[in-house]
Each structure stands twice: as structure tokens, then as C-alpha cells.
T-cell receptor, first 114, second 110 residues
């Protein structure tokens, strides 16, 4: 079983569209995250969420919104897609902040906006 | 801003030990050193972490200097599958999010 799974793996869409990326973890972790990796390979935190608190990186446009239907899922919704949103998006999860066993990452979703 | 300095790239011969250095001269007493790696096109993978003692697990060893201003990740017998970008990260235990720097691109060659 995949610990952190993301769907779809690839997503090609036109500018202006609205899209979602799904993430599920079966590790029983209490916190989930979204990271963005741009063309220069820099990994940047976008959101972290547990059932108590959503922390948003201040640089993330409000077109991006995380939605968590339950502890095991954290989906990423993106409105009015722009060319600059093209990147690989990684979902991750951790228990107690990842102190003992680190974060577990998914395999990524490559988003291409045309 | 990243609190660590790592070489941009390194090469290692297959079967030899890979020693990846990391400088964290401004580390605080309550900050841990974490190592992750990212193999091409995959998500980052946790390797090991430590506070002040040396640590070893099935993947690697972590050597932290006595003054804690630098550390070295050791892959004892590097294989081609260890070719990846290795990230050294400092953070206060479980507080705050994991912030990635530029990392070291390790190329293991036959």
C-alpha cells in the first residue's frame, strides 16, 4: 500500500481553468502538507494542516486552497490557473511534526498549464 | 532563509563511502539536524536526524561535530540508486515546517 498517494500524477490544463489535486495518507498521521517544486527545483512549503490549524505560507496566492474532508485527506484546489502555476506539487504527512520519523512524501503531481 | 550551507554537487564511486558535508554554524541548542534526499522525479525521502550525538540507521550515519556547527552524512557503500539531491535541514524539533534549501546533488558513478 502506498503511504501517501496523490492523483493525478500528471495534469495538463489551460489557463483560467480550475483544477484539484487529491492526496490521501494511510499512515494515521496527524498533519498533512502541500509543497511546490518549481522548474529550478526549489521545494517550497505551501500549506500545513492538522485538525486544529491551517498554516498558509504568506507567498501562496489565494487562488490556492486546501480542503480536508477528514484526517486522511488534504486536497489542493487551484482556481484560475496561470502559466506560473506549472510545477510539481508534493503532498506530505507527518506525526507530531515529524520529529521521530520525518515527513512522508507522495510521488508528486506534475501540473502543466498551457 | 536556509540555515545551512552545502556543496552544490559531489561525485562518488560506486561501492565507496559518500560523505556529504553540511555547515550550520548558526544552529541553536534546541535545533535538530535532518537529512532528506530526493531521487529524480520522486518525492523527498527522510534519511536520518540528530541533535548532538552521532546517529546510525539502516540507510546512513550522521556525524555531528562537538560544537554542532557542522555535520556529515555518510552513505557507507554508495550504489547507483543513491544518486539524488541530498538536503540538510535544521529545525527546532517538531516545530515549524520543513524548509528545504538547495541541497547537494550526489552523483554515484560506476
Amino acid at each position: 500500500d502506498t503511504a501517501v498517494s496523490q492523483t493525478p500524477k500528471y495534469l495538463v490544463t489551460q489557463m483560467g481553468n480550475d483544477k484539484s489535486i487529491k492526496c490521501e495518507q494511510n499512515l494515521g498521521h496527524d498533519t498533512m502538507y502541500w509543497y511546490k517544486q518549481d522548474s529550478k527545483k526549489f521545494l517550497k512549503i505551501m500549506f500545513s494542516y492538522n485538525n486544529k490549524e491551517l498554516i498558509i505560507n504568506e507567498t501562496v496566492p489565494n487562488r490556492f486552497s486546501p480542503k480536508s474532508p477528514d484526517k486522511a485527506h488534504l486536497n489542493l484546489h487551484i482556481n484560475s490557473l496561470e502559466l506560473g502555476d506549472s510545477a510539481v506539487y508534493f503532498c506530505a504527512s507527518s506525526q507530531e511534526g515529524g520529529l521521530l520519523y520525518g515527513y512522508t512524501f507522495g510521488s508528486g503531481t506534475r501540473l502543466t498549464v498551457v | 532563509d536556509a540555515k545551512t550551507t552545502q556543496p552544490t554537487s559531489m561525485d562518488c564511486a560506486e561501492g565507496r563511502a559518500a560523505n556529504l558535508p553540511c555547515n550550520h554554524s548558526t544552529i541553536s541548542g534546541n535545533e535538530y539536524v535532518y537529512w532528506y534526499r530526493q531521487i529524480h522525479s520522486q518525492g523527498p525521502q527522510y534519511i536520518i536526524h540528530g541533535l548532538k550525538n552521532n546517529e546510525t540507521n539502516e540507510m546512513a550515519s550522521l556525524i555531528i561535530t562537538e560544537d554542532r556547527k557542522s555535520s556529515t552524512l555518510i552513505l557507507p557503500h554508495a550504489t547507483l540508486r543513491d544518486t539524488a539531491v541530498y538536503y540538510c535541514i535544521v529545525r527546532v524539533g517538531s516545530q515549524g515546517n520543513l524548509i528545504f534549501g538547495k541541497g547537494t546533488k550526489l552523483s554515484v558513478k560506476p
